[in-house]
């Protein structure tokens, strides 16, 4: 399985805060995700990119939500002003294509707490 | 709002015995379905997909699709403690492949 990094591995904050998370994938997936789950609930997509643009988001991924890809390889997830309600686990994850058989391969994910 | 659902759980199974994991989705146009592992505190880690009807298998696992009924299940032969995870039910969507989860089904693998 193609490996894939997220850093920070569990991240604390103050509300109101921001946060940004990042993900190293391999260098030959184009297309990448965010997804989210709130400790005791289902994984919750947010939004995917592909060639420096998002592709998709989800409702959850309102204007306190942003993505980008700053130097052709991280690609990061900031969280402006957090909430309370923000504290979860981030996962990013990567895919080779859009075709229906492409496997989503997930990072380890980011922890993140807000209080 | 494409729905993928799953019993909670948790399901109980003897070790050695064999576990079976359901899941309903609600886009008749879907076309693939993947099964992903979860341990506690953990990413989701790919088992199986499945994109024909019929069944699929690798391993002490074998997956099983039947488009007509929107129906797709995991089957884990001679299962083991270190079975004992949630299992994800994942259908992509949308022209991005967007994956909608189900709440996935926690196994509990008793010795």
């Known amino acids: 399985e193609p490996e894939v990094t997220q850093t920070p591995s569990h991240q604390v904050t103050q509300m109101g805060q921001e946060v940004i998370l990042r993900c190293v994938p391999i260098?030959?997936?184009?297309?990448f995700y965010w997804y989210r789950q709130i400790l005791g609930q289902k994984v919750e997509f947010l939004v995917s990119?592909?060639?420096?643009?998002?592709?998709?988001k989800s409702e959850i991924f309102d204007d306190q939500f942003s993505v980008e890809r700053p130097d052709g390889s991280n690609f990061t997830l900031k969280i402006r002003s957090t909430k309370l309600e923000d504290s979860a686990m981030y996962f990013c994850?990567?895919?080779?294509?859009?075709?229906?058989?492409?496997?989503?391969?997930f990072g380890p994910g980011t922890r993140l707490t807000v209080l | 709002q494409k729905e993928v659902e799953q019993n909670s759980g948790p399901l109980s199974v003897p070790e050695g015995a064999i576990a079976s994991l359901n899941c309903t989705y609600s886009d008749r146009v879907s076309q693939s379905f993947f099964w992903y592992r979860q341990y506690s505190g953990k990413s989701p880690e790919l088992i199986m997909s499945i994109y024909s009807n019929g069944d699929k298998e690798d391993g002490r696992f074998t997956a099983q699709l039947n488009k007509a009924s929107q129906y797709v299940s995991l089957l884990i032969r001679d299962s083991q403690p270190s079975d004992s995870a949630t299992y994800l039910c994942a259908v992509p969507q949308g022209g991005g492949n967007k994956l909608t989860f189900g709440t996935g089904t926690q196994l509990k693998v008793e010795l």
């Open positions: 990119f592909y060639n420096n643009e998002i592709s998709e």
């Open positions: 994850a990567r895919s080779p294509g859009l075709a229906y058989t492409d496997t989503q391969y």
């Open positions: 260098s030959n997936h184009l297309y």
